[in-house]
């Protein structure tokens, strides 16, 4: 999971979850999951745009780490 960094407090540990995904399956491959789901929280101006392209940035960061 793609996230903002956790926040924790003396009540609670808040994130929130970026939408994209970055999966490795076990016989190695890697792929990038659930783009859509990002976009539509863009569209529906759930996640800023500056904050959906560096979740996207992160994403592909993983992709080729991984």
Do not use: I, Q, S
């Not at 990002?38 to 529906?44: G, K, Q, R, T």
Request: a negative charge; charged letters at 35%.
């Amino acid at each position: 999971n793609v996230c903002t960094p956790v926040e924790v407090f003396p009540e609670e540990v808040r994130y929130v979850d970026l939408h994209v995904d970055v999966v490795r399956t076990p016989d190695g491959t890697v792929r990038r999951v659930d783009d859509d789901e990002l976009d539509a929280a863009v569209e529906a101006g759930n996640v800023p745009e500056a904050l959906a392209e560096k979740a996207r940035e992160v994403a592909g960061a993983l992709e080729n780490a991984l």
